[in-house]
DNA sequence: CTAGGGTTAG
C-alpha cells in the first residue's frame, strides 16, 4: 500500500472511530461524565481535522502521519499541527492524538508546548499547557510545572514560561496557582507581562477575591508593570459586574494619579453598569461629565443610553438621542437601529408584522436601507422574523432560500427564526428539514437553536426523540441552555408548575443551577404583569433559597451579564422531566 | 509580552 492511501485510510478510519455512538443506550452518569471529559472532540473539530488532513495529504505532507503512527515524537506532532492551519484546528487534533495522562505524556507535553513556543506558536502552546492541567488536576499540575521549568533552556526564557504557564492556569481556572508563578516570576526578577496581570485582575474580580486584587495593584505600583488603560478598565468592569459601582468610580477618578486618562471605554463600562442597575439619570451625568472632560461619545455610548432608554419605555427620548448622532459627525450603525427596533417592538409601539400592521414594519425597513448601512445581513434577519411572526412560515423559508441564491452570507438568526417558528407551530419535521439544511452551509447551532427544536419535539409529546436530539447535541459539544425553559417560566400562570419542578429537583437531591436565575426572571416579570398573586405573597424568595442552603449571591448579582451560551444540560433535563409529567397520559 | 465597552432570533 503506497503511503498515500495508508494515510487515507489513517483519516477513514479517524472519521470511523470517533462516529456518534447511541448514546441514549450509556447510563446517565456515563453520559454525563463523557460530555465534560477532556479528550471529547465534537463534530465540528472533527469535521475539520479530517479537512485538514486530508489537505496535508494532498500537499504530500502525507509521510509525516505515518512516521507518526509509529513513533510518538514532539518534533513531528509540532509539525503535523503546525501544518493544519488554525489554531483551533491545530489544538483539537492535539486533543486527539494525546488522550493519556501519564508521567510520561505530561513530559511529552512540556516537551511540545516548549518546541511550539520556541516557533513563535504561543497561543497554541498555551492552549497545550491549559488542556494538559485541566486534565491532569491542580495537585498533579505542581509536576507539570517543575517539568516545564527544568525543560526550559533549549528553548525559552524564564519570562516566557511563566507567563506561559501563569496564562494557563487562569484559563483552567486555577486563581491560586497563576498567583503561585506570579510570586516565581517575582522571585527570578521577571516583570509579568501587563496583559497577563489583566486577565489576572478579570480572574480574581470574577471569583470576588478582592483582597488579592488590591495587594497585586499595590505590587505593580511598586514593581511594574505600570498600571494601563487596560489594567484600569479591566478592574472598573470588574467592580462594575460585582455591583460595587462606587469603587468602580473612584477608581476612574484616581487613574490620573497614575499617568492614565480615563478613555471612551473607561467611561462606556460606568455609564452602562449605571444603565442596567436602572440609573438612568446617573448614567446620563457621567456622560456630561465625560464630554465636559473632552473625551469624545462613542457610538458605543450612543448604544448603551439608548438600550436604557428602550427598555423604559422612553422611545421619544431615545429617538431624540438617536438623531444626535450625526450632529456630532458619527454615524448610527445597525447595532443601534436593532436596539431601536427592538424599543419599539417591546413598548408594542411599532406595527411590525406581528401586529398585523405590515405598513409600519416597512416604513421602518426603509428607514434602515440608509445606504452603507447594510453590510451585513441584518435586513434578512429582520424580514425573516417578520414573516415569521405574521405565521408565514414557508414565506420565511422561500425568502431566505432566495437570498442565500443570490449569494448573501448565511446567518444563524434566520435560520433560527425559522426553526422556531417551525416548531411552536408543531411542525417538527419541517423545524428538522430547516436544521439540517441550516447545516449544510456549516453553520454551529446556538442554543436557541438546540432550544427550539427541543421544545418543539416535547411540547407534541415526543419525549423520546427529544431526549434523543438532547443527548445527540450535548455528545456533539452544542450549547444546550435554559432557553427552552424561559418562555414557559415566566408566565404567571406557570409559576405554580415552574415552583414544583424547583422542588423536584431539590427533592431527587440535584443542585441545580441556572434554574435559579431563570425561576427569579419569572417572579420579577410576574410581579410586574399582576401587582399581587396569591401565590408569589406566601413565598419569600430569599427565605426559601436560605432553608435550601443555596447562596444567593450566585444567582445573579447585579450588573450581572447574562452568558451568551450556557451550557446547562440540567435545565434541559429539567424540561424533559416536566414534559414527561404533563404529557405522560398521553405516551 | 497575545488585555477593556453595545444589540437582535427563543
Given at each position: 500500500m503506497s503511503a498515500k492511501s495508508r494515510c487515507m485510510c489513517m483519516v477513514i478510519t479517524f472519521q470511523l472511530h470517533h462516529s456518534p455512538v447511541h448514546?441514549?443506550?450509556?447510563p446517565k452518569r456515563r453520559l454525563h461524565s463523557s460530555i465534560n471529559s477532556f479528550n471529547f472532540i465534537n463534530l465540528n473539530e472533527r469535521r475539520r481535522v479530517t479537512v485538514g488532513l486530508s489537505k496535508l495529504i494532498k500537499l504530500r505532507h502525507g509521510y509525516l502521519l505515518e512516521v507518526f503512527s509509529y513513533k510518538f515524537c514532539p518534533n513531528l506532532l509540532v509539525r503535523i499541527v503546525n501544518l493544519l492551519g488554525t489554531r483551533e484546528t491545530a489544538f483539537a487534533f492535539f486533543r486527539f492524538a494525546f488522550r493519556d495522562d501519564s508521567e510520561d505524556a505530561i513530559r511529552y507535553s512540556c516537551t511540545v508546548a516548549h518546541i511550539l513556543a520556541a516557533r513563535n506558536l504561543r497561543y497554541l502552546a498555551q492552549d497545550v499547557i491549559s488542556w494538559v492541567i485541566s486534565r491532569i488536576g491542580e495537585t498533579r499540575s505542581e509536576d507539570l510545572v517543575k517539568f516545564m521549568w527544568e525543560g526550559r533552556h533549549k528553548y525559552e526564557s524564564d519570562f516566557s514560561v511563566l507567563d506561559k504557564l501563569m496564562r494557563a492556569f487562569l484559563i483552567a481556572g486555577m486563581g491560586s496557582r497563576a498567583l503561585g508563578i506570579l510570586s516565581r516570576m517575582r522571585e527570578v526578577d521577571a516583570v509579568p507581562s501587563s496583559s497577563a496581570m489583566t486577565i489576572l485582575f478579570e480572574f480574581l474580580l470574577r471569583v470576588g477575591d478582592y483582597g488579592s486584587v488590591w495587594k497585586l495593584f499595590r505590587d505593580m505600583i511598586r514593581e511594574g508593570p505600570c498600571p494601563s488603560n487596560y489594567t484600569f478598565n479591566a478592574m472598573i468592569l470588574g467592580f462594575c459586574r460585582n455591583g460595587h459601582l462606587g469603587t468602580a468610580q473612584s477608581l476612574l477618578n484616581v487613574m490620573g494619579k497614575y499617568k492614565c486618562d480615563p478613555d471612551v471605554c473607561s467611561y462606556n463600562i460606568l455609564i452602562n453598569a449605571n444603565c442596567i442597575s436602572g440609573w438612568t439619570l446617573n448614567a446620563l451625568n457621567w456622560v456630561q461629565l465625560m464630554i465636559e472632560r473632552g473625551c469624545k461619545r462613542s457610538i458605543f455610548t450612543f448604544n448603551i443610553i439608548v438600550n436604557a432608554l428602550c427598555s423604559e419605555g422612553n422611545l421619544v427620548e431615545a429617538r431624540k438621542v438617536v438623531n444626535e448622532i450625526q450632529d456630532i459627525g458619527l454615524s448610527p450603525n445597525v447595532a443601534i437601529y436593532n436596539t431601536l427596533i427592538n424599543g419599539y417592538v417591546k413598548a408594542r409601539d411599532v406595527g411590525h408584522f406581528k401586529y398585523g400592521r405590515k405598513e409600519d414594519g416597512d416604513r421602518l425597513l426603509r428607514e434602515l436601507l440608509?445606504?452603507?448601512?447594510?453590510?451585513?445581513h441584518s435586513l434578512c434577519d429582520i424580514s425573516v422574523a417578520g414573516l415569521c411572526w405574521g405565521g408565514l412560515v414557508d414565506e420565511a423559508m422561500k425568502f431566505l432560500e432566495n437570498m442565500l441564491e443570490r449569494g448573501m452570507k448565511p446567518s444563524i438568526v434566520a435560520f433560527n427564526s425559522i426553526i422556531a417558528a417551525y416548531s411552536r407551530a408543531g411542525l417538527v419535521e419541517d423545524a428538522y428539514e430547516v436544521f439540517k439544511f441550516m447545516m449544510k452551509f456549516s453553520l454551529t447551532p446556538s442554543s436557541s437553536t438546540c432550544g427550539s427544536l427541543l421544545m418543539g419535539l416535547s411540547r407534541n409529546g415526543r419525549l423520546p426523540e427529544a431526549r434523543e436530539i438532547l443527548y445527540k447535541m450535548m455528545h456533539k459539544g452544542f450549547p444546550i441552555n435554559r432557553v427552552a425553559e424561559e418562555g414557559r417560566f415566566s408566565r404567571v400562570s406557570r409559576m405554580k408548575s415552574a415552583f414544583d419542578a424547583f422542588m423536584d429537583i431539590h427533592r431527587a437531591g440535584l443542585v441545580p443551577d441556572i434554574v435559579y436565575d431563570t425561576l427569579i426572571s419569572g417572579y420579577g416579570e410576574a410581579f410586574s404583569m399582576v401587582k399581587v398573586d396569591r401565590f408569589m405573597n406566601c413565598i419569600n424568595l430569599a427565605e426559601l433559597f436560605a432553608a435550601l442552603g443555596t447562596?444567593?449571591?450566585?444567582?445573579?448579582?447585579?450588573?450581572?451579564r447574562r452568558h451568551k451560551e450556557q451550557t446547562g444540560w440540567l435545565a434541559s433535563c429539567i424540561f424533559l422531566c416536566r414534559g414527561v409529567n404533563e404529557s405522560s397520559l398521553k405516551e
Open positions: 448514546l441514549n443506550s450509556l440608509v445606504p452603507d448601512l447594510l453590510p451585513d447562596k444567593c449571591v450566585e444567582l445573579k448579582a447585579p450588573g450581572e
